[in-house]
């Protein structure tokens, strides 16, 4: 099909084109007035026991204690901890994560450091929540020392390194924006195209089908008359 004959289906079927672009419009409408998104974060610090030689094999050097981390935010992303959280009163989509601290002198998460987030529409609700996850951050990985053995004085502990806060969320509305008229723009191709093939097929079938149907009653008319010849007057 040359672009000429694209144009002129467009062209023939432009109230398919007409229904696309106006779900484009009000899917372009949706991406630049979008919902407000909120998100809370806090960073907490694994502080190791003060004495360097204490038998806690948790904390045996640094990387081990962010791997302790690890290990208390594994358990907390768990679905199995999903109700836990929600009973103590986090709200929205929460994630605990090692945090990215490394430099060029220092390998990636060497430092025993946690970032704690949580997402959603209400900052009040999302600062209780992010208040309560480290709440029970520090509960997991008491816990954790507990069933381990680990005697109180040598614990590895917690201490805030960043406080809670709570900033909106702004994502790209260009690159959304362009997404969205290349969307359309294909849309108002494409399904025209489509349209106009399918109603294609369906006259075709039906002019067979009205073809079959007139040899049918052209052979029932001409059987008729052969019997009509042969009864004698």
């Not at 672009?3 to 484009?24: D, G, K, Y």
């Not at 986090?90 to 090692?98: A, E, I, N």
Request: glycine letters at 8%; one cysteine or more.
């Amino acid at each position: 099909m040359s672009f000429r004959e694209v144009i002129e289906t467009v062209r023939l079927r432009w109230q398919v084109a007409a229904v696309v672009l106006l779900m484009t419009l009000a899917m372009g409408w949706k991406v630049d007035h979008p919902p407000r998104v909120y998100q809370a974060t806090s960073v907490l610090l694994l502080v190791p026991p003060q004495e360097p030689s204490a038998p806690n094999a948790l904390a045996a050097a640094t990387p081990s204690i962010a791997a302790t981390g690890l290990v208390v935010d594994t358990i907390l992303n768990d679905s199995s901890s999903a109700d836990r959280l929600r009973e103590a009163g986090v709200t929205g989509d929460y994630s605990l994560l090692p945090r990215n601290n490394g430099t060029v002198q220092t390998p990636k998460y060497t430092v025993p450091a946690e970032q704690l987030t949580v997402t959603g529409a209400d900052p009040d609700a999302l600062l209780a929540s992010i208040n309560a996850l480290s709440k029970m951050f520090v509960e997991e990985l008491a816990d954790l020392q507990t069933r381990a053995g680990v005697p109180q004085s040598l614990r590895i502990t917690t201490q805030q390194l960043v406080a809670p806060a709570v900033a909106q969320v702004h994502g790209s509305k260009l690159r959304g924006l362009a997404g969205v008229a290349v969307l359309g723009a294909t849309g108002c191709v494409v399904l025209p195209l489509w349209f106009d093939r399918y109603v294609r097929r369906g006259s075709r079938r039906t002019r067979g089908g009205g073809g079959r149907l007139r040899d049918k009653r052209n052979k029932s008319t001409e059987g008729s008359a052969d019997v009509s010849e042969r009864v004698p007057a």
